[in-house]
């Protein structure tokens, strides 16, 4: 790893006015550390924004240990992992190693680590309630890699992924919206079929589509 100073974050894609994808790590007042999917806004001057949802383990974590460790990785696999990772495994299924500058542990074989403070949660979005979190950036390394060619089974994984955990947390609540979402798993799980059928993306949507299809459509 080497090190990279913030201003260097727009060269790893974090360029304002978007929202990023990564897995966050937290840690609990005991100790006991937790990972999820987490995508974060950039603002203006790379102000990094985070907004979990208020009844997530995220959230009550940041409310007991004020930090956080942005993991950074293209892996779609980890990001299903890290988000159902208490109906798929466990979290001690996890490898973590010690972070330079807050408590919370980095997650092991990532591409970068932005290690951040958590300033007090902005007022609260109205719809469904997530919460606003300001990231002050303390630490950050980034693996130096050869370039990457573009995949678009990588990112509609990812995409499934995302649906997914937005439909387990609004399938109570919004049925048309959770509707909409399952359409596009489905969509992103034939396209990935289509161009990558024997790659590790086509195992995560077959993974995703399961899981939404049994544990929120009992199908």
Not at 93 to 104: C, H, N, Q, T
Not at 126 to 142: F, G, I, S, W
């Amino acid at each position: 790893m080497i090190p990279v100073i913030p201003s260097s974050l727009r060269r790893m894609g974090f360029i304002p006015g978007t929202v990023v994808e990564t897995i966050l790590s937290t840690i609990a007042s005991d100790g006991t550390p937790n990972v999820a999917p987490m995508g974060v806004w950039v603002q203006p001057g790379v102000n990094l924004v985070i907004r979990p949802y208020a009844e997530t383990q995220t959230a009550r974590n940041l409310q007991e240990v004020p930090e956080a460790v942005i993991n950074i990785t293209d892996d779609s696999r980890i990001f299903f992992n890290t988000a159902f990772k208490r109906r798929d495994t466990e979290v001690d299924a996890f490898f973590f190693d010690p972070a330079k500058s807050v408590r919370p542990p980095r997650l092991r074989g990532m591409l970068g680590y932005i290690e951040v403070d958590i300033e007090e949660p902005l007022k609260p979005r109205e719809v469904d309630n997530p919460l606003e979190y300001e990231c002050r950036v303390k630490e950050v390394e980034a693996s130096p890699r050869l370039p990457q060619v573009h995949s678009r089974a990588r990112l509609a994984a990812i995409e499934c992924v995302i649906h997914a955990t937005r439909i387990v947390a609004l399938s109570d609540s919004d049925p048309d919206l959770t509707e909409k979402l399952y359409d596009l798993i489905k969509h992103y799980h034939r396209l990935v079929h289509r161009i990558a059928p024997s790659s590790v993306h086509a195992g995560v949507v077959d993974d995703v589509l399961y899981l939404v299809e049994r544990l929120v459509y009992w199908l």
